[in-house]
């Protein structure tokens, strides 16, 4: 029995062993199988890049080109001379379409841009492509605004001395380079994403800022120029230094002022919009570098549009001080008993045009121009619009003309009950104004998704 036993272990150690012999025997015809597999196959890609190349097909060349390299990675040991055929006809294809889209880019041929670009990440050329193919962006966009800003001065030109300043429409033109930026991201995602990744919105958007820092500052700068801001300004500050001087000439049009600072705003907020469009853009990508949003953040904040923005900052400043000034004085100047009313005109008038003017100030999203207008409403209520509110109940001789009878004792009564009117209703508008300032701030801190640049729009 135990002979048996043995007998049968050595037989069934021979089996075994042959059937190894087998499968390693299988595995080797196998892989000699699939280079002989592999060799036909590089081969035949070899004649197919030269056959497309011929027709000028050169989708397919390129695929014939990446099968290779797929097939040469896995069996690097086999096959040098057919390497060295295939690496010169990739060669010789990236130089076919390096001039094509080359071409293609110089004739603004979008379609052919298309079919060219896309044929970059599979012969390994991502990075040359993303720089061609946003520097084609970067000149389209350049193109289009360089033909509204010269539109745009044209128009300045023709309406020198004419009225037709509402021709020149400088919102427009700001308005439209920025979407003309944001589409171009948008609608290029997926190309920008094929050739490297997020990494390839993100240098997009960066290389697209410059134009934004170009011609966005050149729009801005031609608009003070445009609206005189800096002489307007000027006079401002000379009026304000003259209230005394007997002869002092005439301020600027708080009417004309007003459109100003409404054009203005309009271009303020152009600005923050866009750039908070851009940051959050930035912000929701995964991949990228967490460090580089407060880079981004600080690069639109530094650059030429963002300083010529500050400059226009700084001018709309003085401008809605003067035009809150002007017309609360104005307010006070023309007050009158309004009928059927306990209070006089110039309540309603004056904080209608602090409630106006703050709420562009807040709109602005411009803390520092918050501030300074704040500050200026505060010192009207505080100086002019308190002096205006106690001068009846100050009048002289109040006492006599309402306790000693005469022929304007039911005048005198009613306008120093109107003047007590006028100043506890004003208590409840700057209670109310006061809570319409921090609701107003907080809706501006809370808004975090910019309307303009949505493809709706």
């Known amino acids: ?54 027709a000028e097909d050169y989708e397919s060349a390129t695929n014939y080109v990446r099968t290779f390299l797929e097939i040469d990675n896995k069996f690097k040991d086999s096959g040098s001379d057919h390497r060295e055929q295939l690496l010169a006809s990739k060669k010789q294809l990236e130089g076919i379409v390096k001039k094509k889209l080359m071409a293609a880019v110089d004739q603004g041929d979008h379609a052919t841009i298309l079919r060219f670009i896309k044929l970059y990440s599979p012969l390994g ?37 004419q009225n037709q300043n ?43 800022q410059e134009e934004c820092d170009s011609r966005g500052s050149l729009i801005l700068k031609k608009y003070m120029e445009f609206r005189k801001l800096a002489k307007l300004s000027s006079e401002i500050n000379s009026q304000n230094k003259n209230l005394l001087t007997v002869g002092a000439p005439e301020g600027p049009n708080p009417r004309e002022i ?69 017309n609360v004085r104005k307010a006070i100047g023309i007050d009158e ?13 004056v904080f209608y045009v602090l409630q106006s003017c703050l709420r562009r100030a807040i709109s602005t999203s411009n803390i520092s121009s918050v501030v300074a207008v704040l500050s200026g409403a505060s010192s009207l209520l505080n100086n002019e619009y308190y002096e205006a509110l106690q001068l ?31 100043i506890d209703l004003s208590s409840e508008y700057v209670l109310k104004l006061k809570h319409e300032i921090e609701e107003q701030c907080a809706e501006e801190e809370l808004e975090t998704e910019p309307q303009h640049y949505r493809k709706s729009t």
């Not at 081969?43 to 497309?52: E, F, L, R, T």
């Not at 008993?337 to 008038?349: H, N």
């Open 1 to 54: 029995m135990l002979s048996n036993v043995t007998s049968t272990c050595h037989l069934a150690d021979q089996v075994s062993r042959k059937v190894r012999e087998l499968d390693l025997a299988q595995s080797r015809v196998n892989s000699t199988l699939l280079r002989i597999d592999a060799i036909v196959e590089r081969g035949n890609c070899i004649d197919g890049v030269k056959s497309a190349l011929d």
């Open 166 to 208: 509402n021709q020149v429409n400088f919102v427009g033109c700001l308005t439209n380079l920025f979407k003309d930026i944001v589409l171009a991201v948008e609608e290029n995602d997926e190309i920008l994403r094929t050739l490297c990744g997020e990494d390839g919105v993100v240098y997009a958007i960066f290389e697209l």
């Open 392 to 422: 009846k109940v100050r009048e002289p001789n109040l006492g006599p003309k309402l306790f000693l009878g005469g022929v304007g004792v039911q005048k005198t009564g009613t306008e120093i009950a109107t003047a007590l009117n006028n």
């Open 258 to 326: 007003e459109l100003y600072l409404e054009e203005i705003l309009s271009l303020m907020q152009l600005g923050e919009d866009y750039t908070q469009y851009m940051v959050s853009k930035i912000k929701g990508m995964t991949t990228v570098d967490p460090d580089l949003v407060p880079r981004a953040t600080k690069a639109f904040r530094t650059g030429s549009f963002s300083k010529v923005a500050q400059d226009i900052t700084g001018f709309y400043v003085i401008l809605e001080g003067f035009f809150m000034v002007e």
């Open 125 to 161: 050329l991502e990075e040359e492509g993303l720089q061609v193919y946003v520097g084609y962006l970067k000149k389209v966009i350049g193109m289009r605004s360089r033909l509204e800003y010269e539109n745009l001065v044209e128009l300045m030109e023709q309406s020198n001395g």
């Open 337 to 349: 008993l309004v009928p059927d009313s306990l209070t006089t005109s110039m309540v309603d008038d």
